[in-house]
Every structure is written in structure tokens, then in C-alpha cells.
């Protein structure tokens, strides 16, 4: 049975003032629960589908955030409503002729690494390094990306890398937009197995922004996959939309 708290927190979602909701809307409220707490949870947390590779990598780098150097990036696969408001303003400052189909589905998107159950896609923390310019990701792929049988799908490792090399701009640049994206596949990465990600801000030169990457394994020995990339930073507009902050922060729904 639930207990009065918890019961008067039902009845709020459905807008009545104390006392257990109707026996009906039971169900229809512990779903809304779990919903909230799916949307509230941060995915570079910890988790038990993590292997003790990504896990270790992870205790060191949670490590050298300690003194500042470092920065763990958090990430959740839904936007907060009041990041959602933030993002509509900017979606209609720069692409006002889309921003009303986009508005639409903002409310039902998310993010497309994060759309996997648990250990069976992308899983992956970023560690940021402001003065070298720099994100690391620990990445550890699952049995849900396999490409060839037991390795990665090449769109697989093609996606981390944008998402890494993307995160290192937008924390440099703020809002930009993904011109080039070249990627020279070394050696297939094994399905299930935990790989480094180095993202390395090379320069920018005016809007443009130029951003390498290196996926290799975990003692750095083996190459996997290295790319290259070019952002475009936008134009500000007249009401300038802070990409980074909303990034560094991304507010818990």
C-alpha cells in the first residue's frame, strides 16, 4: 500500500489538493513517476551494464575533475521544459521557416545516443579539458550496434565521433553547425569493448572551427578510427541563445 506521501504526490499529478487519487488513475500516475524519473537521470552516472574497463577509465577521470583541470560533462536523453523554451527561441532565431514543424516534436524528442536500453547501445562519459582544447570520451559499445558480426557498425563509430568532436565545439564555439565530417576507418573496433575517444580543438580561423578525433583502445596502442571535422559558428542574432551554458547545464527535467 502506499503510504500518505506518497499518495498525496499521485494526487498532485493529476491536480487534486491531498488524499489518494481516484483507484483508476493509479496506474496512469505511477507511470508518470517513472517517466519522471527516467527523464531526470543522468547518463553519465555510473551504471551496472558498464564493464570494469569503462568503469575503471571513468573512477580515473572522475579523479583529475578534482582539482578543476577537468570538467565531467553531464547528459540527459530528454530536454528540461525550461531548456525546451530556451531551444524554441533559438530554433525560430535561426531557422524561423522551420521552427514551427520542429516546435511540435521538441516535446517528444530525444537524444538519439541515449534512445537504448541500458548496456545494449551507446554508452559513454566525456571529460572536458578547457586549457588543452580537449574532450575524452569513454566509450563502450553494445551487442545493439554491431555491424559485421562482432564489430561495431562503422555508423556506429561514425556517430560517437560526430557526438564527441560536436561536444568539443560547441563548448569552444557555442552554437555551430557541422560543415565536414571526415573519418578514416584503421581497424574494426570489437563489438561489447570499451575504446577512447580524443576530440582536440586544432584552431579556428574566423567562424570555423577545426576539430580532430582518435578512437583507440584503452591502452592507446591500437588506432581504431581517426577523423577530422569543420564547424561553422552561427551568426549571433538579436536574441543570442547560450549553446555552452545549456550544454555545461543541461537542467534535469
Excluded at 51 to 75: A, V
Aim: net charge positive; proline share 5%.
Amino acid at each position: 500500500m502506499l503510504g500518505r506521501g506518497a499518495a498525496r504526490a499521485l494526487g498532485a499529478l493529476r491536480g487534486l489538493r491531498g488524499g489518494a487519487p481516484p483507484a483508476r488513475s493509479l496506474g496512469l500516475s505511477r507511470r508518470l513517476l517513472s517517466f519522471k524519473k527516467v527523464l531526470d537521470k543522468d547518463h553519465f552516472l555510473p551504471k551496472p551494464c558498464w564493464g570494469k574497463d569503462m568503469r575503471r577509465l571513468f573512477d580515473q577521470f572522475t579523479k583529475k575533475c578534482e582539482d578543476g583541470s577537468w570538467i565531467q560533462l553531464p547528459s540527459y536523453e530528454h530536454i528540461s521544459s525550461q531548456r525546451s523554451q530556451d531551444f524554441s527561441a533559438f530554433i525560430h532565431a535561426y531557422f524561423p521557416s522551420a521552427s514551427e514543424v520542429i516546435n511540435e516534436k521538441l516535446s517528444q524528442a530525444q537524444l538519439f545516443t541515449r534512445g537504448f536500453e541500458d548496456g545494449m547501445g551507446f554508452e559513454y562519459v566525456m571529460f572536458y579539458n578547457e586549457a588543452e582544447k580537449r574532450i575524452v570520451c569513454v566509450f563502450q559499445g553494445g551487442p545493439h550496434l554491431q555491424g559485421m558480426p562482432g564489430f561495431f557498425h562503422g555508423g556506429a563509430t561514425a556517430t560517437i565521433i560526430d557526438a564527441t568532436v560536436g561536444m568539443n565545439a560547441i563548448v569552444s564555439g557555442g552554437i555551430v553547425m557541422t560543415a565536414n565530417l571526415n573519418i578514416n576507418f584503421k581497424s574494426p573496433i570489437p563489438l561489447c569493448s570499451t575504446v577512447l575517444v580524443n576530440s582536440q580543438l586544432d584552431k579556428i580561423e574566423g567562424r570555423k572551427l577545426f576539430v580532430s578525433c582518435k578512437v583507440q583502445s584503452i591502452d592507446e596502442k591500437i588506432l581504431y578510427t581517426e577523423a577530422t571535422s569543420l564547424f561553422i559558428m552561427l551568426e549571433p542574432k538579436k536574441k543570442k541563445y547560450d549553446l555552452k551554458e545549456a550544454v555545461l547545464n543541461p537542467l534535469p527535467a
